[in-house]
């Protein structure tokens, strides 16, 4: 995977966070003093750079320290260092190195949300995420609004109209924001990112583990069938096909789809016509024995005709 370029530091509303924040470090703790956050950004970590990271803290300990809150009752909350704590658990260290910070719940999480948008190894499902975190903290609402916002801004530019004055003003928040992000403008995030939310589970997972790029992702995720999806899933990954290729392979597949579901629809019909033909001349209309089994039959076929499509 290319190395990723680092991010300007995202401000909101100019304030440094980490620089205006009273501290108390130079401590360690006891490392069960320490609990993690109810909502963690981060949700996948690669097997591989962890254990490169234990490694390393099994020879060195923790060299940087980890970033917490206090909670009171001698406890602190996880807010930056997550590797880090892991890599310390599985050692077995005692203790742990941290810089302690009093922050409310929207600067613990906002931090969290910076510290996981500066990694080199993010996938674009949870940077997406970790962005509409950040864009809910800055307009005072939640990712919903955050959808709805851009939603109604597309709206109204494409009926030519203008914004109400507070959706006016919640958008260029979200622009100001994306714009110290340094990547997306409002419609370029909506076209391009927040349709990777609503794929399919196992898209969404071979996202998640970097396996796949994104573009690739949604041209996999027009294949509705779930086992053909699937097929073409690990096809792009154990062949590393290029998006040209699964295009092509994603329209082949559709291309025989409809086909085979053409083909279907015409023999039903040539079925059909052929038995219509026979029962003029059957002398099965005489035979009393089958007159019942003769009638179900073709009340059902009444009935199904007759269903609304």
């Known amino acids: 995977m290319a190395r990723r370029k680092p991010l300007p530091e995202y401000q909101l509303n100019n304030v440094r966070l980490l620089d205006e924040l009273p501290a108390q470090g130079g401590q360690a703790v006891a490392i069960d003093r320490i609990q993690l956050p109810q909502k963690q950004p981060r ?13 390393s803290v099994q020879e060195h300990g923790i060299l940087e320290p980890l970033l917490v809150r206090p909670l ?19 050692v077995g260290l005692a203790e742990v190195p941290i810089v302690s910070k009093e922050l409310s719940d929207r600067e613990a999480l906002q931090i969290a949300l910076m510290e996981n948008l500066q990694r080199e190894d993010l996938n674009p499902v949870e940077e997406t995420e970790a962005i509409l975190e950040l864009l809910a903290i800055a307009i005072e609402g939640d990712t919903t609004d955050v959808v709805s916002i851009l939603n109604r801004a597309n709206h109204a530019k494409n009926r030519d109209q203008e914004l109400e004055e507070n959706v006016f003003l919640q958008l260029k928040t979200i622009q100001t924001v994306l714009s110290g992000i340094g990547r997306f403008t409002p419609e370029s995030f909506r076209t391009s990112r927040l349709p990777l939310l609503n794929l399919p589970d196992d898209i969404l997972q071979a996202l ?3 396996k796949l790029e994104y573009t690739k992702a949604r041209a996999i995720a027009r294949l509705k069938d779930e086992q053909k999806r699937q097929e073409v899933l690990e096809e792009a990954i154990v062949q590393n096909l290029s998006l040209v290729q699964i295009k092509e392979r994603v329209a082949s597949l559709k291309t025989a789809s409809a086909e ?50």
């Open 208 to 210: 998640r583990q970097g």
């Open 260 to 309: 085979s579901t053409s083909f279907t629809q015409h023999s039903l019909k040539s079925v059909l016509d052929n038995a219509y033909r026979l029962s003029k001349r059957s002398k099965v209309w005489n035979n009393p024995k089958k007159q019942k089994r003769l009638e179900k039959l073709l009340t059902e076929l009444e009935n199904l005709f007759s269903e609304p499509e």
């Open 72 to 90: 009171g009752n001698d406890k602190y909350e996880l807010v930056a260092g997550e590797r880090r704590l892991k890599a310390a658990q599985t």
């Open 43 to 55: 949700r996948y970590f690669d097997p591989d750079k962890m254990q490169q990271l234990i490694q």
